[in-house]
């Protein structure tokens, strides 16, 4: 099954350019066939092509469900964006097809990059929204301050991935067991010792993700699947 995502379809009645050009130039689709598009905020429809056309391709919504995200808890990643914007183009990637509801792009004291494009990001999750089957688009923010992030009074778990063994560090997958969850990821040089502190006063915990010391990109997408796993299964008390 492919799936289109058109995110005014339901007053419109049309594909936005991109998907109109894939659905008649590259898939061929033509009027009367049968397709399925996304709003990307929980709806699915099925859809008769009306005209297929390569800027604006016309439809008829036949049926629409709601289908809430599958994972049934709120999960967040806030991720300093790394100096190789493809491993954060990478992460994004993967945790939508995952699953994921939030990811949060965060400037720390010593972040490498400061700015994003953040159309090129979103047209990325939006290809693995469609890639999944998945009809919930998640949010991308652009680059927060890490002061900002800590002190919007997220309502769930929370933790911070971090690498000094100079504090007492929990094991993810040890501590957390299910419902809401928020965990940030640091920068190469990972957070400051005064970064630190001023998110345990806001009630993140500093946690490992194992033995291993992992790039960012890859402590995030852990986490998100760690996330899954015991978010799904509270049972499971290891990865």
Not at 53 to 77: A, C, K, N, Q, Y
């Amino acid at each position: 099954m492919i799936q289109f995502y058109a995110p005014d379809i339901a007053e419109t009645g049309l594909l936005p350019e991109q998907e109109s050009m894939h659905c008649c130039r590259v898939l061929r689709m033509k009027s009367g066939d049968t397709i399925q598009v996304t709003d990307g905020k929980g709806k699915r429809m099925q859809c008769e092509i009306l005209e297929s056309h390569p800027r604006h391709t016309s439809v008829e919504i036949l049926h629409t469900d709601e289908v809430s995200p599958w994972w049934g808890f709120r999960l967040e990643v806030c991720v300093a964006p790394s100096k190789n914007i493809d491993r954060i183009e990478w992460f994004i990637e993967k945790a939508v097809e995952i699953g994921i509801d939030r990811i949060v792009l965060m400037k720390t004291s010593r972040s490498e990059r400061k700015t994003v494009k953040a159309e090129r990001l979103n047209k990325i999750a939006i290809s693995a929204m469609n890639q999944s089957l998945k009809t919930t688009l998640p949010e991308i923010t652009e680059i927060t301050d890490f002061k900002t992030v800590i002190g919007d009074g997220f309502n769930g778990s929370r933790y911070m991935g971090y690498c000094d063994d100079s504090i007492p560090l929990l094991r993810f997958t040890d501590d957390y067991n299910g419902g809401d969850v928020r965990i940030m990821i640091g920068p190469e040089g990972d957070f400051s010792p005064e970064e630190v502190e001023a998110a345990m006063k806001a009630g993140y915990r500093p946690v490992t993700f194992g033995g291993s010391r992992l790039r960012l990109e890859t402590a995030a997408l852990y986490c998100t699947v760690a996330a899954h796993v015991k978010g799904d299964n509270p049972q499971v008390m290891s990865l």
